[in-house]
């Protein structure tokens, strides 16, 4: 996994027009940006080009409005947020002609153009004229071979950015030589998305948790009833294949043992813990049980690293359906503080657990990524980094 990055020279940047990838696909209701932690993860970059005297047009997306305009997913709400100048169109290069050292410009949702998630020679080409460089600091889209983050770095000169530089760092570091015993915690909805990360945190890790939904059809495969819940009926031959994989590299497995169900999956729904034995058809499982949390903290306390991805219930549903996701963090968070613990999470709703646990600040390293965190330590590269590397 590792590898050099080209970063740069920041010294050299005076004057010079930087095309510079963030990721701001940050969540917006009636205008107002409810989490502004992806922004502030690359203000580092920012203010160090600003300082240079670098003249910075920011390219971003929001969302997947699928290569067609669309208001509500404008990113202009970041500009207003970051007090910057807002460039409506991303291929209209008037605003460069007026910049001056150290100005920082905000451009139009790049996926506003269907030339951006296709990676289309002639989109990356037209989005790369005028500049002199190109800096990647998006790396929660850098499993994604875009326009804006392959296309162009294989037009201009092109760099990593401070926040893709310290992402590759950190989970380089922890997953290449882990002080052990190394622990990984993998919740979310389905196993259908994460079956290369499990088979390759099961060939690397001491302890491999699932729970949540993906819990319940690695339950499903070994007999448990499933109830009116969400599961994989069609990955039961994957689950058991990544449980021989398990076995086979003396890596102890771990599933539920208890959930929280409800009669319908409402946030409203009165909470029932329940063995995998005692569940029915008709129970709706929302949550991973208390047993469960009290086995995985016990395994958090036996650790030395671990590693988290996929919350166990619907943690943003508050403190009854969130009840082991946030038990966990907790336990994390406290064991970290403590010095006896090097924790590393990632993905959005996994963070926002965190967050409403209130213990972020206790994490060792937080990931801005989800999928290209996953990725990331399955295949020890993506394609927009592997385009940076010297």
Request: charged share 25%; with cysteine.
């Given at each position: 996994?590792?590898?050099k990055?080209?970063?740069?020279?920041?010294?050299?940047?005076?004057?010079?027009?930087?095309?510079?990838?963030?990721?701001?696909?940050?969540?917006?209701?009636?205008?107002?940006?409810?989490d502004?932690?992806?922004?502030?993860?690359?203000?580092?970059?920012?203010?160090?080009?600003?300082?240079?005297?670098?003249?910075?047009?920011?390219?971003?997306?929001?969302g997947?409005?699928?290569?067609?305009?669309?208001?509500?997913?404008?990113?202009?709400?970041?500009?207003?947020?970051?007090?910057i100048?807002?460039?409506?169109?991303?291929?209209?290069?008037?605003?460069?002609?007026?910049?001056r050292?150290?100005?920082?410009?905000?451009?139009?949702?790049?996926?506003?153009?269907?030339?951006?998630?296709?990676?289309?020679?002639?989109f990356?080409?037209?989005?790369?004229?005028?500049?002199?460089?190109?800096?990647?600091?998006?790396?929660?889209?850098?499993?994604?071979?875009?326009?804006?983050?392959?296309?162009?770095?294989?037009?201009?000169?092109?760099?990593?950015?401070?926040?893709?530089?310290?992402e590759?760092?950190?989970?380089?570091?922890?997953?290449?030589?882990?002080?052990?015993?190394?622990?990984?915690?993998?919740?979310?909805?389905?196993?259908?998305?994460?079956?290369?990360?499990?088979?390759?945190?099961?060939?690397?890790?001491?302890?491999?948790?699932?729970?949540?939904?993906?819990?319940?059809?690695?339950?499903?495969?070994?007999?448990?009833?499933?109830?009116?819940?969400?599961?994989?009926?069609?990955?039961?031959?994957?689950?058991?294949?990544?449980?021989?994989?398990a076995a086979?590299?003396?890596?102890?497995?771990?599933?539920?043992?208890?959930?929280?169900v409800?009669a319908?999956f409402?946030?409203?729904?009165?909470?029932?813990?329940?063995?995998?034995?005692?569940?029915?058809?008709?129970?709706?499982?929302?949550?991973?049980?208390?047993?469960?949390?009290?086995?995985?903290?016990?395994?958090i306390?036996?650790a030395?690293?671990?590693?988290?991805?996929?919350?166990?219930?619907?943690?943003?549903?508050?403190?009854?359906?969130?009840?082991?996701?946030?038990?966990?963090?907790?336990?994390?968070?406290?064991?970290?503080?403590?010095?006896?613990?090097?924790?590393?999470?990632?993905?959005?709703?996994?963070?926002?657990?965190?967050d409403?646990?209130?213990v972020?600040?206790?994490?060792?390293?937080?990931?801005t990524?989800?999928?290209?965190?996953l990725?990331?330590?399955?295949k020890?590269?993506?394609?927009?980094?592997?385009?940076?590397?010297?």
């Amino acid at each position: 996994m590792e590898m050099k990055l080209r970063s740069v020279d920041y010294n050299s940047v005076r004057g010079k027009y930087v095309l510079l990838r963030v990721d701001f696909n940050v969540q917006i209701e009636n205008g107002k940006i409810l989490d502004t932690f992806r922004i502030e993860q690359s203000m580092p970059t920012i203010n160090k080009l600003r300082d240079a005297g670098a003249r910075v047009a920011i390219c971003a997306h929001l969302g997947r409005p699928g290569g067609v305009a669309s208001p509500e997913l404008s990113l202009r709400p970041v500009s207003d947020y970051m007090k910057i100048p807002f460039v409506a169109d991303c291929l209209d290069k008037k605003f460069m002609a007026g910049m001056r050292d150290g100005d920082i410009v905000l451009m139009e949702n790049v996926r506003f153009y269907a030339g951006e998630e296709k990676n289309d020679a002639e989109f990356a080409g037209a989005l790369a004229r005028g500049f002199d460089l190109f800096i990647n600091d998006a790396f929660a889209v850098a499993h994604r071979a875009a326009a804006s983050t392959v296309g162009v770095a294989k037009i201009l000169p092109a760099f990593a950015g401070e926040l893709l530089r310290t992402e590759v760092e950190n989970i380089s570091r922890i997953m290449e030589n882990p002080k052990r015993p190394l622990l990984a915690i993998v919740g979310g909805a389905k196993v259908s998305g994460k079956i290369g990360v499990l088979k390759t945190l099961c060939k690397l890790a001491d302890t491999v948790i699932v729970g949540g939904a993906i819990g319940t059809t690695f339950n499903y495969a070994c007999g448990a009833n499933p109830g009116n819940s969400l599961y994989e009926p069609d990955m039961v031959a994957t689950a058991r294949e990544i449980m021989d994989i398990a076995a086979a590299n003396n890596c102890k497995f771990l599933m539920p043992i208890d959930k929280g169900v409800g009669a319908k999956f409402e946030k409203t729904a009165k909470r029932e813990n329940k063995s995998l034995d005692e569940i029915t058809d008709v129970d709706v499982i929302i949550d991973d049980g208390p047993k469960t949390a009290d086995r995985n903290i016990d395994e958090i306390n036996r650790a030395t690293t671990v590693v988290w991805n996929g919350t166990f219930g619907m943690a943003e549903w508050g403190a009854v359906w969130g009840e082991s996701s946030f038990r966990v963090a907790r336990a994390i968070a406290e064991r970290t503080a403590a010095g006896k613990l090097v924790s590393i999470v990632g993905g959005g709703e996994t963070v926002a657990a965190v967050d409403a646990a209130g213990v972020r600040g206790d994490i060792t390293y937080v990931s801005t990524g989800g999928g290209a965190f996953l990725e990331f330590i399955e295949k020890g590269t993506l394609p927009a980094i592997e385009v940076l590397t010297i």
